[in-house]
């Protein structure tokens, strides 16, 4: 018995154990440009060496606020490296993340020194970088709560046309599964881009590590505010323990609450604005405790709050709904906002005006649908082999973030995977000069290809004759050489073929040929030697290997008979020769003797040589 006790025991521990002590969070941070990890004060933060990116170059950086962490490094993206660039960090368990990026300013003076550029999470577009974010804390960096399931995060960084994207640093950090749970319908899915993060008070600008915070609500960063307005709201600040601030999952900094902004008789509505963009949904979080020493009881503070001027939480009294004073309490409503402003407004009901310790804004973000892996992984292979230019880029997903597709990749919505799919791949006169690899074929959902005027050289793969959907195929002017691949006829849908200007040679295909019946337009003139369709040479037959042989082995007979004639008609010539150098020697039997055939007559007179005058002198009479 004692035993089973023991053992019961010891289960119990383990268990309570494994419950109280739980895991860090997984957390990455990349110094950009670094060459070398980095360790950063106050807290010796290590900042990994730059890996993971795809394209860009180092440079020393010049931190642009004061909030940013001391990196000397960052990497700047010029558009001759293309308008994408990305970093694809891989071994990212799988989880909830607080992603951030801070911008840096290249310490070179040539270069603009303010770029405006786009930031995109897993194909999602998460920030827009808005002039004047250099002079301005809270600008200085972007971030955005987002679901990582794939055990990778690709974060990109797309150019506008103002000056070069430059990134001083990326944090990627593990934080609770249920923090910001924004509701059911859309928990899991949505992103959280951060708006607006302030804490109520005076002091300086905070991070959660500053506050000792838990690593597992994320290392938010806290902006100070100490008036919604020019006239006369008031900051306190107490000393005194919060009750229930820093508990999950969410893990709010204790000290939050340990300041706020209360309004006064001058001023008794505390309203606060912020420019969003329209037509977005908006997740505002209102932090609250009655730190006020002049409240000791229900129903002495009683207010609405208001957004844009609809009512969010009626008759709100914070000693009541967290349960007491010094206790901390968290009010969420997400709104669609129209125009360009978000405001908050707490209107005083009954007794002490407002009180407000933090303000948090998200914009609600639907993460966008990918494009289907299978083809990702296509125009991957395919840039490899065309050698596309690096101003192309091709980094990131080629769909997403709409705003920014790979240019001369066209893509469609496919309503059966919910993925994007490329219907269309228009790289015409873009100086390609490798190969076209057969995987083009995985673009199943194409429609249109076009890469005219390039120098794309080698065979036309005959696996395009497997892309049904097929409809336009321009190869024109390229280095093409080989012939036509017979699939080309299987393509039934097929109304344009230029394959005119290349060095494709033999019979086009009878499929192919037959289509030029239909109202199909195909073009296969200059070319090196293409035949067997009206307006280009006929061919000659074909023949098999063995015919081949036939003809050389007839051809060596016909040369044999040849020379056996020659030598025999040589030979019979020599004789002749001969017999008349004799016959005109000596021998008037050897000359009547070959000439026995023509007038044996005359042979007869030429024995007799008085027989001539006897002729002429008229008939003799023959005994
Ligand atoms: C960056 O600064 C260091 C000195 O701090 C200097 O040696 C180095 O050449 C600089 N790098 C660039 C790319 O300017
Ligand atoms: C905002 O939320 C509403 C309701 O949840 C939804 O119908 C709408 O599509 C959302 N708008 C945007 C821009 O996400
Ligand atoms: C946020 O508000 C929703 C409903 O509006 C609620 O279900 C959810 O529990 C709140 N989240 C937190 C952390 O308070
Ligand atoms: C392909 O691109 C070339 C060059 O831009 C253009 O002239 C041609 O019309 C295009 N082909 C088709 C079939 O649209
Ligand atoms: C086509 O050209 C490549 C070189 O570009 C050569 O290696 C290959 O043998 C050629 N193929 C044919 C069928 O002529
Ligand atoms: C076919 O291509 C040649 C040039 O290679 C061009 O001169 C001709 O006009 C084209 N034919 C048609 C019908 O487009």
Redesign the pocket.
């Known amino acids: 018995m004692p035993r089973f006790l023991l053992l019961w025991l010891l289960v119990l521990c383990l268990t309570i154990s494994s419950f109280s002590s739980r895991p860090e969070p997984f957390a990455l941070r990349i110094s950009c440009g670094a060459r070398e990890n980095v360790h950063t004060p106050p807290t010796n933060t290590l900042w990994f060496k730059d890996f993971a990116y795809s394209g860009g170059i180092p440079a020393n950086a010049t931190a642009p606020s004061y909030v940013t962490p001391p990196l000397k490094t960052l990497r700047y993206f010029p558009l001759s490296v293309g308008s994408d660039n990305c970093y694809n960090i891989e071994r990212v368990p799988k989880g909830h993340y607080a992603v951030r990026i801070f911008f840096g300013l290249v310490a070179q003076p040539k270069i603009d020194n303010e770029p405006l550029f786009d930031v995109s999470v897993e194909g999602t577009l998460i920030n827009s970088l808005k002039s004047g974010w250099s002079s301005q804390d809270d600008q200085a960096f972007a971030e955005a709560l987002v679901f990582l399931t794939d055990k990778t995060v690709s974060l990109c960084f797309h150019s506008t046309g103002h000056g070069d994207p430059s990134i001083l640093s990326i944090e990627i950090l593990q934080v609770d599964n249920k923090v910001?749970?924004?509701?059911?319908q859309l928990d899991g899915g949505v992103i959280l881009r951060t708006v607006k993060r302030l804490n109520c008070g005076t002091g300086k600008p905070k991070f959660d590590a500053d506050y000792n915070g838990d690593r597992w609500g994320g290392d938010r960063f806290w902006k100070p505010i100490s008036t919604f307005s020019q006239s006369s709201d008031r900051v306190i600040s107490v000393e005194s323990k919060i009750k229930h601030a820093s508990e999950p999952?969410?893990f709010y900094p204790e000290g939050l609450y340990q300041t706020a902004i209360v309004g006064t008789d001058s001023q008794p509505e505390l309203a606060y604005t912020i420019e969003v963009d329209p037509n977005r949904n908006y997740s505002v979080w209102l932090h609250f405790a009655e730190i006020d020493p002049s409240i000791s009881a229900f129903g002495q503070r009683v207010f609405d709050i208001l957004i844009n001027g609809d009512i969010a939480f009626e008759n709100v009294d914070i000693a009541k709904i967290s349960g007491g004073l010094y206790v901390a309490v968290?009010l969420?409503?997400?709104v669609t906002i129209n125009g360009r402003t978000l405001t908050v407004v707490l209107q005083p009901k009954k007794g002490a005006h407002g009180i407000i310790s933090a303000i948090e804004v998200f914009e609600v973000v639907i993460p966008e649908s990918k494009t289907l892996a299978e083809e990702v992984r296509a125009l991957q292979t395919l840039k490899k082999a065309l050698g596309l230019p690096l101003r192309l880029g091709w980094n990131g997903d080629p769909c997403v973030p709409q705003q920014h597709p790979w240019s001369g990749a066209d893509c469609q919505f496919d309503r059966t995977s919910s993925k994007w799919v490329i219907d269309g791949l228009g790289l015409d006169n873009q100086g390609l000069k490798g190969f076209l690899a057969s995987d083009i074929s995985r673009l199943r959902h194409l429609q249109s290809i076009n890469l005219s005027g390039n120098t794309i050289h080698g065979a036309i793969p005959s696996s395009l004759g497997t892309i049904t959907s097929l409809e336009v195929l321009d190869l024109s002017y390229n280095s093409f050489n080989g012939s036509i691949p017979d699939s080309l006829g299987q393509l039934k849908s097929l109304q344009t073929l230029n394959l005119n200007g290349n060095f494709l040679v033999g019979k086009v295909p009878v499929a192919l040929g037959g289509r030029l019946l239909h109202r199909a337009s195909f073009n296969f003139t200059d070319n090196a030697g293409l035949c067997g369709i009206p307006g280009l040479p006929s061919c000659g037959h074909h023949l098999t290997a063995g015919q081949k042989v036939g003809i050389v082995l007839g051809a060596l007979t016909l040369l044999l008979l040849i020379v056996l004639c020659s030598i025999c008609w040589w030979k019979r010539r020599q004789n002749i020769l001969r017999a008349q150098q004799i016959a005109a020697r000596e021998a008037p039997y050897a000359k009547a003797r070959t000439h026995l055939s023509r007038d044996i007559q005359m042979s007869r007179n030429q024995n007799h040589p008085n027989a001539r005058t006897a002729a002429e002198n008229g008939p003799i009479l023959l005994s």
């Open positions: 910001y749970n924004v509701g059911q999952p969410n968290v969420n409503t997400t």
